[in-house]
Structure formats: structure tokens, C-alpha cells
């Protein structure tokens, strides 16, 4: 960094340590009275660094946190699961009275028409109770989302205010007992009876049932079911069917057999269970038709001829659900780390020489490395998350026909490499957090094991995250050609022995402002360049291209012969998500970067830096091997790395409360017992 | 590996696909209703690897086997808090009914005699629930325990058969809230009042109260109870006194109030609470008082002077519970690798091109990588902790005044070493176990997301693991003078500031071994030696040498100014906890070396070389880094390491099952329904 910024640096610091001592005299407030649901008290620094993560959206933002701060949003961790599911269906009910059931669904029907806001929604929502966040996910995501993405104007007509107002509450019936990474798989048929004009839905076999489908134990009236549809004989491939599955008392329909998948190892309070249909007959209007369907004349008939692309332009317009979830899942570590870091600032254990009180856990630097960088990273995350977001809406607010088709690759690619990235964040950090907090993190009033327990299978649903990086080093490989949601192994190897002739990296949003950086790089010593951006910057490009030449390289020399197309595809299997990682994270550093562009106020700015610094040195740090093997870094430079990460957490330290409070979670929704004390 | 062990490897793995086979036939036998109860059927490879695995105690494993899989000792997951707590009171009994109470006790008063019974008895309950193991942790080994290592004969007589029959359910009252990890600051007072000859327990505060305490919620009717001894006016130190708690109708006594901690993160059977003393009496005769009690005449008296001595001494003997924890955890990880791997076996996703079926799960490289480095752990985890449990038995059989000072205090750093490895190993393991089966490894019913909560806090109870760490650098620095328990920043400094002259690595058990096999080297290539076992041992040592070498080093630099004792223990915090987790490493190494040496069987002992491989390389991967920077690794060779794993894993890949069935959990004790399928 330049002085310039050094010295906008020191002055937050200057000032944040003021505040902080302010801060410590609210909290006293507190204990003796202070009003319960007055507006958060925010530190300056605080405020301002959450206005920057807040990004494009931040008025949904705001309006979320008021609804969620002042209403009955948190689940009392204690709950049995009926109990868990009985207040989350409550708390759905008053979302839709907030009048947030509108967000994301067509201006037609009465929505805001706007996908990111329902995006939003989801991430805002996570600040409260995850078993909420995935109900809202289901109802109105996924099952809204199916019917207003890939069913007619009729279609939407007719079932999205109802979705909208909860009068419809519906289950998205994709996942089978067998298949659940690999949907074109399924074995659910849809076969269309000619005679009766209806569509004839059926399980054919106990792993055809559909399984850990939420909403659908408990409260899904209907569902929408992905199975392989026939039409007088001749399968035309996964589409989607809606399907009633109970009565208006919530007994199920006949031919629908409902179970409940029990107890799991979190989210008590959505009713996963399984579905399986011995030939049920629906109308021929129940099939979604917006990309294929069946003609008054009884005949199959889609704007796509390639059943290939029709399956991925279908999947293609679900892209939203995996936005959501890693959005969540990175929204469930910031609330662990806010926990966790308040906690590390109240609490004191041993006596050190020369001190007069015991340490602050904060003060000790291996608490400082447990949390000052996952702190970082959560505001790397949050920078991508919203460009992410950003693009989703610019990508999806064109009609479908109209859509840059190589625009809508990249999102997907995005989008499935930042949900595996966010949710392995959530998983590790969430754990960290945990026991940083000793005895005490473990017990259920202070909230780390009931996030730790929700978050978990956010790594699996909505894509598997190892299925998922393997389909960002697709997207890569091919340049985005390929489509959404499949592995393909021969399709990846061939398009590698085929066409690959070198790998091009695009820069993202940031590239105006990484090219400046990059024009006006110093050369300086190897031990002082580990904090120049320049640096870093070459780093993580030279890294991700190195990985993804190799890797075209190896699949070219082992892809001639088809036979062995898994064998290559397999050998490979480590290189693809490294090149998968690699790129994610190269991304995600210039969203970071575009982040501390866009920031006005230079001392927020000199925070936001330093915060880049120490996100990028325990990337680096973790893959010193590969660099010096490679001949990218120098030994000296390699051994900088882990001192100037102790000394950036040093220097971040007396921010502590205020990086905390730029992450954006309202202290109100901590559910923290021992943060009150 | 010499080509000898290469063919017997080869055998072993011809043997074991005929073997796969025929176990593929059994499991399809038992569907069509196999005998429940009959004995596991084993692969040979399987029942040698495992025979290998139990150790000098394998009888009593062999016999707790038994009782688990004959008895009723697995816990329904969606049991309720009180359900779960009552079901392992019950399971308690069930234990003293089977004869197992009298583990670890003394022959004087019945018991068998053996401290290293009374872990192994630990160890294997946790195949069976967590819940129960630890309810059997607090009650016979930390509230027995207590009274057996620090009460005199008259006590030890008078208390110890009522524990081991149960007839006085007893809590291990140490952890305050205010103090955790520091026992030494302990607040609740034991102060003797002559004019009564009683000791009064008192609870000075709310930061004073007991919190976490084992059987205190609902069982327990007696604790020991740790505090600050005061005889007429003069403090000395710790010492622990017992203290009823409940009448026989269990109602707490006057002054004796109680709390529940409520719903946890896991361990749901445990019925963890808080306690807190007004002024209680209770007769001096209760003061465990073999280090240090109140005479006759009313004077306090102790045979051993130091007080820090006297504290360390007392604390030593309670190091069996650091095993045990350890212990249990890798048990916890073996049991999930166990049910991943299974299921890895049997599940199958994505069809391939020129495959019949689709791909088994465990087909594919990334599972691979996440499951067999795993399994590679976990077996070098079981030689280290027998290894560690036959140093305690052959240190503690000796009546503590004889003990090998210097013997117990490395007993005393391994427990704290090996328990700090252990449990983290356990998080992260079953966490990799619960995705790697995807939204099967979700559900209640299969048995991961309750390991996982259950050993959860395994990393924080009987020491924090950062805590532990520390204290392992420091018994390194100190060359084991130091005293157990104690972070003591200063002292950690000004040893190694005064006395420290370079360190000196003692080889362990495997010593003749590791000579041999040194001597025995020879010159190989850069990338052939990523193999040679020399070469593993060569950088294991080297690392932990220059590791420690060069934290003693910035200590003397930086202590050499008392008033900055804290920042020097601070700043080289993160190099402790290396020193430590590298020293760990060495001793796991050398333990997995010596087991290997103890095999008898050939092909054993080959399968066993290829998983010790895979272990070093695992381990030799995650720190490529280092060792280029520290000029320790050639570019060729780091690059060589990750191809080697890669093909260890393929080699490996055919011995799944019986490496699972080595592990040593038997298939009835799994309790995975998805395994049933």
C-alpha cells in the first residue's frame, strides 16, 4: 500500500480505538437498561465498512434487518422438531405479512420482478434461523422459481400468487433415492396419455423415490417433479410436472405416498421427506411447458430442438438457488465469527507477567489467526457474493431468448464455484468458531452449534461442492461452452484433446482498476513485496493459468484414446479442482479489489485494504508449496508470508469490534447467551 | 519398499479381491436373513490388521466387543435431552452389570488393577456412543479416579466400592466459569475451620460457579470438588474435597444449589450442570488428602513441600483422562470412516464411458483422497495411542513416590500431544466422512451428524487443544522439567532465555527399528525417494528439529527482557504450536513404525508399510512449504509427492474393506441405516 493509505490506516485505528472504549460504555448501558429494540449502535468504521459490503442492494438489506431485528425471527435452539417445524412454518406466515413475498417473482403477478432481491431475501435471512432461510428457499425459490422459470404465462397466471401468498405451499421434487447429483438420471417417468389428455406420473422403483425433499413431510400441498417424460413412446428428457400432493385437510392425495426423513443432523424446523406416485394422473396443463411441452394435438413440441440444451437452459434458470445458498452459507459464518470475536473481546484467561487484568482471548495471537483472517475472507466472499448477484440480475433481466449465451455459462460457472468456495468457508470456520469459544461455544444458548449444525449440508444440497468444482473446471476448459449441471466426463476430456489450445483469463469487474494496479507496480525487495497488490495479483493469475494449462495438457495427451476417457477424466481429478479453486479464488480477489475501488471514504478504504492483504497472505500461505515448485515464488518471498500475516493481524487487531460490525449482522440476531453476560 | 514387501503387498491385494468378493456374497446373504447376533465375518486380512491394531490389550478389546454388540449400548439419535439422558444412566448400569466397573480401580478394593483397562474400556465404549463413554469417563475415571489418585487408603476403601458399583454417582467439579483452562485460578475457597474440624466449600462469586460438570444435572449425588485450600489463614494451593450434593431422593442439599446446562451440542446423554456452594461443611475426613491435608491438630501437611510441585503432581496423576479423550475421538473418526467408506462401496453416481454400472463412489480419485489418507491417520493414530497407553501403564504401575520423574512428565506432554492431534484429527475427519455420503451422510438415521456433535467437544474438555499445544513446547523446551497443566508464559520464556543449548530429539519405542531402516538407506533419485522410509524419517526429524531449534532461539532473543515475557510468549505463539503438532508427528510416525516392526504377518506388515507411505505423504504434503523454504525438499521431490499419493491411493483402493475392518469397529455397532440398504 501506498503512505497515502498507511496513513488513512492509522487513522482508523487512531479512531476506532476511541470508539471502541464508546462502544464498551453502550454495552454497560446495556446491562443497566438501555431500550431492547432501539437501532443498532454502530461505531463509525463499523457503519461505513457495512455500507461497502452492503453493496448495490443495500436497501433490501436495510429493510431485511429492520423486519427481521424487530419481529420474531429466531428459533429458540431448544425446540423439539415438531415444535422446530411448527414455529418455522409460523415464521414463513409472517414473511409473507412483512409483505416479502413478492421478492424475485414477476411484476405480472405483483412481484418486484427484481432476481436479485429475492437473492437478498435469502442471504438476510440467514442472519436470523437457517431452517427459515431453506423453507423461504423452497416455497418461493424453488418451487416459485420452477413454475415462474420454466412454466407459461398461464402457468404463472394461475399458481404464482398463490405460491406468493403461501396459499400454495409447495416442495421442489428433484432428488431420488439414487440419483442425486446426477439429475438427468432420474427415474421418475412423466408420460403423456393421449387417450385422456393427462400426464401420468410414477415411480417405478423404490430408488425413484424422491427423497430429502423439503416441505414436503409436513406442509407441501403440491409439488414440483422432475422426471423423464414420454410422449407417445419417445423420451424427451428430465422436464418438470406439478404435481397435488394433499387435500385440503393435509391428508395425501391418492396414488401420492408421503414419508418423513426423520431427525437430521440439522435445519429441525423444515420437513424433509420423501415422495413416491403409483401412476398419478394430472392434467396436461400441469406439465411447465415454457421450454417443451405437449401440443393440443397431442404432440411433443419445444422452442429447443437439442434435448441437450434444453435440459441445461431449464437448469440453467435454477442458477438462483445455488446463489442463495452460498450467499447463506457465507452469511452463517459471519454471524459464528461476530459471535466468536465479540466473545474473544470480553473474555480473559491467564495471568500474563507485567499485566495487571488476564489476557483478552483477542490478545493472544493464535486467537488472532483463528479469526482475523477468516474475518477477511468473509469480506472477500461478500464482495463476490454481490457480484454475483449484480450479474445474476443484469445476465436474468433480459428475457430468456434474448440472453448472452456465454454471459449465462460464466454465471453458472460462478455461481456453482462460489456456493462449493462459501460453503466450505461456512463448514471450517463455523468450527473454528465453535471452539474458540471453549466449553461455552458448545453450549446450544450461544448459538455456534445450531448454525454449525444448519450450515452443514449446505456443502451438499444444491449441488455437491467436489460435483460442482469439477464443473467450474468444465466451464473453463471449454471456455464456457459447455452447459450447466453436468459432469460429462468424455465431454470434458474430448473438449480438452480437441479444442483447448490455450488458456485465456479474463479479468472480471476489477480489470480497470487491476490494470492500473498492475501499470503502476514498484519493483521492491522479495520480503517487502508479500503486501503489494501488484504482487498478489500476479500471483493468483499466474497460479490459476499454470493449473489450467497443465491441466489441458494432461487430459490432451490422455484424451486420444475414447475408451479411457474415465481413466483420464479420474486421474485428473485432484488437478480439476485445484484449477477450479484456484480460479474462485482469483476471482474473488478482484471482487475484493472492485470492492475497495467503489469505497469512497479513504479511511474505510485503508481498512478494506488491509483486509485484502491479510485475505490474500493466508491463500498464499496455504499454497507455498505449489509456488516454490513452480518456480513463482522465492524462498525468501515464501518465508515473508506467515510473519507479515501475524503482523497484519497485529495491526487489524484494535478494529476488531468495528470488522465486526462491517460484517453486517445486527446484534440482536446473535442468539449468543454468553455474549449478554 | 524392498521388492520383498512389494510382492507381499501384491499378494495381499490378490487375496483381498477374491475376499471382497466373497464378503459382496455374505452382505447379499444377510439381506436375504442372515443370523443377527453371530460374529462378525472378517476378511483374513481384515482380522490381522485389526489384531495388529488392538494392541498389547486386545483381550480386553476383544471382550468389550463382545459386550457392545451383545448388549444394548447404541442410543436411538431422535431420543429427546431427557430420553438420551435417562437411556445412559440405564446403559451405565448395564455396564456395571456386565463387570466392567472395577477397570482401573485398585485389587485392594476389587478392582482390576490396571490404569490401561480403564482406557482401552474407554476407548472401545466409544464405538458404541459417545454419551455413554463420557458419562463413564466422569463418573469412574474423573470422580473415581480422584478418589483412587489423590485420596489416602482409608478414603480410597471407604468410596471407591460404592463408585464402582454405583451406588454413588460422583461429578469431577473442576472447570469454573470464569476459569477453564486456568486451573490455578480457580476461585471456589475450601477454607478449614479448627473449631469444627470441617472444611467449608464456598462459591465467592458468580464467575466461581461450576459450570459444565458431568452427572451434576441430574445424577450425581456426590462431587470432588476442586478449590483454593486455606488452613488458618494461609492458602495452599488446589486441593479437592468431596461434597454430597443430593439426598437419597435426590433433592439437592441445603447450600448446594444446582443447575442444568441444558441442550448442548451434542451429548445429549450427559446431564452437564452447574454447581455452587454456600458455605457448606462437610467433615475433613472428605479432603482427598494424599498430597496434602489437614492433620489432627489442625495444621496443614503435605509430603511433598513445592506447592507448584505439590499442584503438578496431583494434576499428573489425572493425566489418564487426556488418553482417554484422545483415544475415544480417533475411535469416533475410525467408526465414520467406517460407515463412509462402506458406503463408499455400494453407492453408486454418473455413469462413464465404456462402464457397465455406474461409477462406484470410491472409484473416483477425489474419494479417494479424502477417504484413504484418512483411514492412513486413523491406523497411525492406534499405534501412537497404544503406545501411549502402555507408557502409562509401565509408568503408573509404580507406586508414585518411585516414578521416573522425567517419565511421567513425557507421558504427561504426549497425552496432552496426542489428544490435541486426536480430536482435531476426529472434527475434521468425520465432517470430511459426512459429506463424502452427501444428503444420506445428513439424516439422523445414519449416523454421522451425531458423531459429529457428540465428539465436537472433544477438542475442548479435558484442555483446550490450543492450550495443550502450548504445553507440549513447552515439555519440549524444557526438555520435560516442566510441570503438567501449567501455560506459565514466563517460565516457558525464561527457560528457554537461561538454560536452553540446542534441542535434542529422543527416538522413541521404534528406536532399533528406525536405526535399522537408517542405516539400511540407500541413494535413490529425487522423485523415487519420495517413498523411502529413511527419507520419511529423515524429514519428520529434521522438521521438528529446526522447528524447535529456532523457537528457542527467538525466545533467548526476545526473554532476555523479563517486563516483555508476554510478548515474547505471544509473538511466538503460532512457531509453539507448530513445534508442537511436528513433534507430534514424529512420535505418530515412530509409533506406525514400530507397530509395522511388531506385525508378524507379512503381507500385513506390507499393507501396513503402504498405508505408513500414505500417512507421510499425506502429512509431507501439507507442509511441501516449509521444507522448500527451510532447503529441506527439492522442487523435484515436493512435486514428486501429490503423483504418489495419487497412486498410493489407487494401489490401496482394493484393500478398502479389509483396511475398514482393521480399523476395528464392528459392522453391528455401525448403526447406519443407509448401510442397510
Not at 457474493?385 to 440472453?403: A, F, K, M, W
Not at 489450445?501 to 520480503?527: C, F, H, L, N, Y
Amino acid at each position: 500500500m501506498s503512505t497515502q493509505t498507511d496513513t488513512a490506516f492509522e487513522a482508523a485505528v487512531e479512531a476506532a480505538l476511541g470508539q471502541e472504549q464508546a462502544a464498551r460504555g453502550d454495552t454497560t448501558q446495556e446491562h443497566t437498561g438501555a431500550p431492547e429494540t432501539g437501532a443498532e449502535q454502530l461505531t463509525p468504521l463499523g457503519r461505513s465498512l457495512r455500507t461497502a459490503l452492503d453493496g448495490t442492494f443495500r436497501d433490501v438489506r436495510r429493510d431485511l434487518r429492520a423486519m427481521l431485528t424487530g419481529g420474531d425471527f429466531l428459533r429458540d435452539p431448544s425446540l423439539s422438531v415438531p415444535e422446530a417445524r411448527a414455529w418455522t412454518s409460523n415464521a414463513l406466515q409472517g414473511i409473507v405479512d412483512a409483505g416479502h413475498g413478492g421478492a424475485g417473482f414477476p411484476t405480472s403477478v405483483g412481484g418486484d420482478g427484481l432476481v436479485a432481491s429475492s437473492v437478498v431475501n435469502f442471504e438476510m435471512l440467514a442472519l436470523a434461523d437457517l431452517s427459515l432461510t431453506v423453507k423461504v428457499g423452497v416455497h418461493f425459490g424453488l418451487f416459485g422459481g420452477a413454475i415462474s422459470n420454466l412454466g407459461t404465462e398461464e402457468q404463472i397466471q394461475e399458481f404464482v400468487p398463490q405460491v406468493m401468498s403461501l396459499h400454495l405451499p409447495g416442495c421442489f421434487a428433484m432428488t431420488e433415492v439414487g440419483h442425486g447429483s446426477d439429475v438427468q438420471a432420474l427415474e421418475t417417468t412423466l408420460t403423456y396419455d393421449a387417450d385422456t389428455d393427462e400426464i401420468v406420473v410414477h415411480s417405478p422403483g423404490p430408488s425413484a423415490t424422491k427423497t430429502y425433499i423439503g416441505n414436503a413431510a409436513a406442509d407441501g400441498r403440491m409439488a414440483a417433479v422432475f422426471g423423464q417424460l414420454e410422449v407417445a413412446g419417445t423420451n424427451h428428457g428430465i422436464h418438470v410436472v406439478l404435481v397435488p400432493l394433499r387435500d385440503d385437510s393435509g391428508d395425501s392425495l391418492p396414488g401420492v405416498t408421503i414419508g418423513d426423513n426423520g431427525a437430521k443432523g440439522g435445519l429441525d424446523g423444515v420437513d424433509n421427506g420423501t415422495l413416491s406416485f403409483d401412476q398419478i394422473r394430472v392434467p396436461r396443463t400441469m406439465l411447465l411447458s415454457r421450454y417443451g411441452g405437449v401440443t393440443d394435438e397431442g404432440t411433443y413440441e419445444s422452442p429447443i430442438d437439442n434435448p441437450n440444451r434444453r435440459f441445461f437452459t431449464m437448469l440453467g434458470t435454477l442458477v438462483r438457488g445455488r446463489i442463495c445458498v452460498g450467499g447463506a452459507a457465507a452469511q452463517a459464518a459471519r454471524k459464528a465469527l461476530s459471535i466468536a470475536t465479540r466473545y474473544s473481546l470480553q473474555r480473559r484467561q491467564f495471568e500474563a507477567p507485567g499485566r495487571e487484568d488476564e489476557v483478552l482471548l483477542l490478545d493472544y495471537l493464535a486467537h488472532q489467526r483463528k479469526l482475523l483472517p477468516a474475518i477477511a475472507t468473509a469480506y472477500a466472499l461478500s464482495f463476490a457474493q454481490n457480484e454475483l448477484v449484480d450479474t445474476l440480475q443484469s445476465v436474468q433481466s433480459r428475457p430468456v431468448g434474448e440472453r448472452d449465451q456465454k454471459a449465462q455459462r460464466e454465471l453458472e460457472t460462478r455461481a456453482a464455484g462460489l456456493k462449493a468456495v462459501s460453503t466450505r468457508f461456512a463448514n471450517d470456520t463455523i468450527q473454528v468458531c465453535r471452539e474458540a469459544c471453549g466449553g461455552a461455544g458448545y453450549m446450544a444458548e450461544n448459538g455456534l452449534t445450531e448454525l454449525r449444525r444448519d450450515a452443514d449440508v449446505f456443502a451438499t444440497f444444491e449441488g455437491d461442492n467436489t460435483v460442482l468444482l469439477q464443473l467450474v473446471a468444465k466451464g473453463l476448459l471449454t471456455n464456457y461452452k459447455a452447459m450447466w449441471g453436468d459432469l460429462d466426463m468424455l465431454g470434458m476430456v474430448q473438449a480438452a484433446a480437441r479444442t483447448f489450445t490455450g488458456t485465456v483469463i479474463e479479468r472480471t469487474a476489477a480489470r480497470p482498476a487491476i490494470e492500473r494496479i498492475m501499470a503502476t507496480a514498484q519493483r521492491k525487495s522479495d520480503s517487502e513485496t508479500v503486501l503489494e497488490r501488484s504482487w498478489h495479483v500476479t500471483m493468483f493469475e499466474e497460479r490459476e493459468q499454470h493449473v489450467l494449462d497443465s491441466l489441458a495438457q494432461r487430459l490432451r495427451t490422455a484424451g486420444q484414446d475414447e475408451s479411457r476417457a474415465f481413466e483420464a477424466f479420474n486421474a485428473t481429478q485432484d488437478h480439476q479442482l485445484l484449477a477450479a479453486r484456484t480460479h474462485m479464488d482469483r476471482v474473488v480477489l478482484e471482487a475484493f479489489i472492485a470492492g475497495i475501488e467503489a469505497c469512497e471514504d479513504e479511511a474505510t478504504a485503508a481498512v478494506l485494504n488491509k483486509l485484502c492483504d491479510l485475505y490474500v497472505l493466508e491463500n498464499l500461505a496455504g499454497d507455498r508449496g505449489w509456488f516454490q515448485e513452480h518456480g513463482r515464488m522465492s524462498t525468501v518471498r515464501a518465508k515473508a508470508i506467515v510473519p507479515a500475516l501475524n503482523q497484519l493481524c497485529q495491526e487489524l487487531r484494535p478494529l476488531a469490534l468495528p470488522l465486526v460490525e462491517g460484517m453486517g449482522v445486527p446484534e440482536q440476531l446473535l442468539q449468543s447467551a454468553m455474549l449478554e453476560d
